[in-house]
């Protein structure tokens, strides 16, 4: 993919009216915006409106934007706070402070239990993974990782979206959503986990077709 | 003796992913992946979730949507 130009270059002739370099952000960056406004309200619909009403946002506070944070950070947090309104008329409110994912993330039954010669240890190894050239579909195992997501309960699924689809490191996840580091780290440990053991039923399941 | 087992292990992965571990902490993950092809799987495993994820597509506005943006942009400087 090409590169972006470098913030105050794409700054400058989104001011300027170059419409070629907002077709250009619009395109990138729209995606990620999708996916992140859908961990906040109910329906794909009301998602692609938060994005919308986002790059309206974008448009008209252009001048407004002051560089402390990059231009896409920028963004993505006019995303969050029309989406938090919105969910919050939607009555879908995301509650960020308090952890209670609590429990183990891999099912005890796994592990061997006290009193075995070797507690704690597995039972038997997770079943090994195709490689991907061994004709697994990508596109199936990339259906599989959606439905994945979409099972996470809301904290997880913005957390996980935000680090591991996104790609964004955890100081700004937590900035962006106003956790800490250690709530954060629980909240991507579980949503991993999680993602994982579907992987895993996916692949035991065409395993044994 | 290591004391730490699979079942601490899998619960520490993302700390030791993140290096959020103290030095300690660290050196017990990786002397149990030394020795348990089992964690060593799991961990794997975990990477290439993650990297999945990296690589999933992502979904494209609406074309009437990216169409009335454009406009909306193209207006802003009218
Ligand atoms: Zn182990």
Same mark, same amino acid.
């Given at each position: 993919? +090409? ?25 990138? =960056? ?11 309200? #109910?329906?794909?619909? #009301? ?39 919105? @969910? ?14 609590? @429990? ?17 240890? =597995? ?5 090994? =993974? ?23 309960? *809301? /904290? ?9 689809? +996104? @790609? ?22 579980? %949503?991993? !986990? ?5 992987? +895993? ?5 065409? %395993?044994?077709? | 003796?290591?004391?730490?087992? &699979? ?12 290096? !959020?571990?103290?030095?300690?902490? *660290? ?8 020795? &348990?092809?089992? &964690? ?23 074309? +009437?949507? /990216?169409?009335?943006?454009? *406009? %909306? ?6």
């Amino acid at each position: 993919m +090409e590169e972006l130009p470098p913030d105050d270059v794409l700054v400058a002739r989104l001011r300027d009216g170059d419409d070629k370099t907002f077709a250009l952000v619009l395109d990138r =960056w729209s995606g990620g915006l999708l996916r992140l406004a859908r961990s906040f309200v #109910s329906t794909e619909a #009301s998602a692609a409106e938060v994005v919308q009403e986002t790059w309206v946002a974008v448009i008209e506070g252009l001048d407004r934007f002051e560089g402390r944070s990059s231009l896409k950070t920028w963004v993505y947090r006019i995303l969050t706070n029309t989406a938090k309104r919105r @969910g919050l008329r939607e009555h879908r409110v995301v509650p960020m402070s308090s952890v209670d994912d609590s @429990g183990p993330t891999v099912d005890p039954s796994r592990f061997r239990p006290a009193g075995d010669p070797f507690p704690g240890h =597995w039972w038997d190894f997770p079943p090994l =993974w195709p490689t991907p050239e061994q004709g697994m579909l990508r596109h199936e195992v990339q259906a599989q990782l959606r439905t994945a997501l979409g099972e996470l309960p *809301e /904290r997880q699924r913005l957390v996980i979206t935000l680090r591991d689809v +996104e @790609g964004y490191g955890s100081e700004e996840v937590c900035a962006l959503l106003d956790i800490t580091a250690a709530n954060q780290r629980v909240l991507l440990h579980r %949503a991993r !986990a999680f993602v994982r053991g579907k992987l +895993e039923e996916y692949y035991t399941q065409e %395993a044994n077709r | 003796m290591n004391d730490l087992d &699979c079942r601490e292990f899998v619960e520490q992965v993302t700390a030791f992913l993140e290096h !959020a571990l103290d030095p300690e902490a *660290e050196q017990r993950l990786v002397d149990h992946l030394a020795l &348990c092809d089992g &964690c060593e799987r799991y961990l794997d495993q975990v990477r290439r979730s993650v990297t999945d994820l990296r690589d999933l597509p992502a979904d494209a506005l609406p074309d +009437e949507t /990216r169409a009335a943006l454009l *406009e %909306a942009f193209r207006a802003r400087t009218e």
